[in-house]
């Protein structure tokens, strides 16, 4: 059975950085759709950022240019790096990995960004 845990939110301030985390078990990883989503305090859940199965990366208008999504296969595991964070980006983060067709979700990090 695959899992997902995801983790490295916490506690910043705006303009800081921090990198969450999504590590994966019980399945294949490599060339997935993954994906990064965020629940806001306000229950607003949007997606974030997302990579293909050929690597292309796609990103939420106002992240672009601040986050970047990777992987490392080697780790089975895959990033968001937050730079430049804004109090807007608090929310719990969520990972998703696709893998046979079926979403794979992480129970999510909290990102907590203060002025």
């Known amino acids: 059975q695959g899992q997902l845990v995801d983790s490295g939110g916490g506690l910043g301030q705006a303009g800081g950085s921090m990198r969450p985390s999504c590590a994966a078990s019980g399945f294949t990883f490599g060339n997935n759709t993954m994906r990064w989503h965020r629940q806001t305090p306000n229950n607003v859940r949007e997606w974030v950022a997302g990579?293909?199965?050929?690597?292309?990366?796609n990103y939420l208008d106002s992240v672009k240019g601040r986050f970047a999504i990777s992987r490392d296969n080697g780790k089975c595991t895959m990033y968001l790096q937050m730079n430049s964070q804004q109090p807007e980006d608090t929310a719990t983060y969520y990972c998703q990995i696709y893998y046979h067709g079926m979403p794979y979700w992480g129970k999510g990090t909290l990102v907590n960004v203060s002025s």
């Open positions: 990579m293909d199965t050929g690597g292309e990366k």
